[in-house]
């Protein structure tokens, strides 16, 4: 009996949670048989209660087993109406107390099981990815559930050597002298890249010709005004020689500072970055003794990806394929994506290199949009305040727009001038449009709308007038609904950390 119960589906899906979280359960399941034994009571009260009255009602005295309740309640020797009053009275408790405790503890059960679901979802991927997909894809859904939560072999150890042959990485060597061989190694070890780079020694495209930043100064600063400072959104401030980021996490503040070291020195840098936490850019700057105190960490960047990121029996993945400074954020995107076109290409029942010609395709391009878009930040730019700025308002970032080598609207670059130049008419959808507005590149002017109405015989200025009054609207009823809404602080501290 308790090897069933240990093996089965419940009692593997709780080891999916932490101790603390199946203490948790614990208390829920216990809390849950309480309100079910309120709910026998009561029941059991209203049937003695039944019992006495049929009783009163032929001039009979109670049976032995009511008796005895009455008995137990001290309210034998009293009158058949007072009698059947205090069992009604105790019954109505009962029940009172119980949807009481059941609507608080069913709140607190659904926000307990909320929370944790993102965090069970991500297990459940992650050990996903340590199967073999060609063989998961022919599973019913009970024997992926099984694969996924009993059939992973979890190896833990330090690669000390990496054995290469004409198929690419032929076999793992760990610190134990554990052998480890694979069809398919997925590449996550980081900028180090050690199958890849190390071991494949795949060369590496740099963005440094249209993302000039190289480092970063970064640091975790404590909350001096938590509600305040604890902010439903990242900050990005341009300052001297790059840009700062500012993360507002529930414990601490996570912030830095992304710059280039053609233009300023590291410790200028660092210099210059806690200048930036002292100052009014700060939703409540920090003195000069509070910044002495913090731990600052200098980061090289190593801004590209590899001219391929499947070579043979390797894909690269994450920070190990490329990196893209975290201007927009997409770092954990371009591996959701990267690992999207892997799952696809993995389902044929046999991998050629067309396969991985066709993926190296699909996410090289994938992430130049994304080196693209970030650059236009700074191709956009009208700083020239510091050498950095000036320099980045005097360099040409694509010269393919300007030699007409590039002539499609695939290349970011080419949209945006296309779109500013050539078009009339724009999709308010995506993000290009609104970062070339706020750095005063305005896609439409009032020269382009009258050349529109004078060439075309229509009237741009009723479409711009009625998507501006609907946006008004919107705008509207944005601004009500966050007046109902509590602060981030408040919604965090009542939902999600309210057992700290």
Same mark, same amino acid.
């Given at each position: 009996m308790f090897n069933y119960l240990r093996d089965s589906v419940v009692a593997r899906s709780l080891l999916l949670l932490s101790k603390r979280d199946r203490i948790k359960i614990l208390i829920v399941a216990l809390i849950q048989i309480f309100l079910g034994f309120l709910d026998l009571a009561s029941v059991i009260i209203i049937g003695l209660l039944g019992a006495l009255s049929i009783s009163g009602v032929q001039s009979q005295g109670p049976g032995t087993k009511v008796k005895n309740v009455l008995d137990f309640l001290n309210i034998s020797d009293n009158s058949f109406q007072y009698q059947c009053a205090a069992l009604g009275i105790v019954a109505a408790g009962f029940l009172v107390i119980k949807t009481i405790?059941?609507?608080?503890?069913?709140?607190?059960?659904?926000?307990?099981?909320?929370?944790?679901?993102?965090t069970l979802s991500s297990e459940l991927f992650s050990r996903m990815l340590n199967q073999n997909l060609l063989q998961l894809q022919v599973k019913n859904s009970q024997e992926k559930l099984f694969a996924i939560t009993e059939g992973v072999k979890l190896i833990t150890g330090t690669v000390t050597d990496v054995s290469t042959s004409e198929i690419g990485i032929d076999k793992l060597t760990l610190s134990d002298g554990t052998e480890v061989t694979a069809d398919l190694f997925v590449d996550c070890t980081g900028w180090k890249s050690m199958?890849?780079?190390?071991?494949?020694?795949?060369?590496?495209?740099?963005?440094?010709?249209?993302?000039?930043?190289?480092?970063?100064?970064?640091?975790q600063v404590p909350?001096?005004?938590?509600?305040?400072?604890?902010?439903?959104?990242?900050?990005?401030?341009?300052?001297?020689?790059?840009?700062?980021? @500012? +993360?507002?996490?529930? %414990?601490?503040?996570?912030?830095?500072?992304?710059? $280039?070291?053609?233009?300023? /020195?590291?410790?200028?840098?660092?210099?210059?970055?806690?200048?930036?936490?002292?100052?009014?850019?700060?939703?409540?700057?920090?003195?000069?003794?509070?910044?002495?105190?913090?731990?600052?960490?200098?980061?090289?960047?190593?801004?590209?990806?590899?001219?391929?990121?499947?070579?043979?029996?390797?894909?690269?993945i994450g920070l190990s394929?490329?990196?893209?400074?975290?201007?927009?954020?997409n770092g954990l995107y371009s591996v959701h994506e990267f690992l999207l076109s892997l799952v696809s290409v993995l389902q044929r029942t046999h991998i050629t290199q067309w396969d991985r010609d066709v993926y190296n395709s699909q996410v090289g391009g994938t992430?130049?949009?994304?080196?693209?878009?970030?650059?236009?930040?700074?191709?956009?730019?009208?700083?020239?305040?510091?050498?950095?700025?000036? @320099? +980045?308002?005097?360099? %040409?970032?694509?010269?393919?727009?300007?030699?007409? $080598?590039?002539?499609?609207? /695939?290349?970011?670059?080419?949209?945006?001038?296309?779109?500013?130049?050539a078009v009339f008419r724009h999709n308010e959808q995506g993000g290009l449009q609104y970062v070339a507005t706020g750095m005063h590149f305005h896609i439409m002017s009032k020269l382009q709308l009258l050349y529109a109405e004078r060439a075309f015989r229509q009237n741009p200025k009723n479409e711009v007038d009625e998507f501006v009054r609907k946006r008004a609207i919107l705008q509207k009823k944005w601004q009500r609904a966050a007046e109902l809404c509590p602060s981030l602080y408040q919604y965090l501290k009542d939902n999600v950390h309210n057992d700290e």
């Open positions: 405790l059941s609507i608080f503890f069913i709140k607190k059960t659904l926000f307990f099981l909320a929370n944790k679901a993102s199958l890849l780079a190390g071991a494949l020694k795949e060369p590496f495209k740099s963005y440094a010709d249209i993302l000039p930043s190289n480092r970063a100064w970064a640091c909350y001096v005004d938590k509600e305040k400072e604890l902010e439903p959104y990242t900050n990005c401030t341009a300052i001297g020689h790059g840009w700062c980021w @500012n +993360i507002p996490l529930w %414990t601490r503040l996570g912030t830095g500072y992304v710059y $280039s070291d053609n233009f300023i /020195s590291p410790e200028d840098a660092k210099e210059e970055f806690k200048q930036y936490l002292m100052s009014d850019k700060m939703a409540v700057p920090r003195t000069q003794e509070q910044v002495d105190t913090l731990e600052f960490r200098d980061i090289p960047m190593r801004v590209g990806i590899h001219e391929r990121t499947w070579v043979k029996n390797v894909v690269a394929a490329g990196f893209i400074e975290p201007l927009e954020s992430f130049n949009t994304f080196a693209e878009f970030v650059s236009l930040h700074y191709a956009l730019s009208i700083r020239d305040d510091t050498n950095f700025w000036d @320099n +980045i308002t005097s360099k %040409t970032f694509c010269p393919g727009i300007v030699d007409m $080598s590039i002539k499609s609207t /695939s290349n970011t670059f080419f949209d945006l001038a296309w779109r500013k130049l």
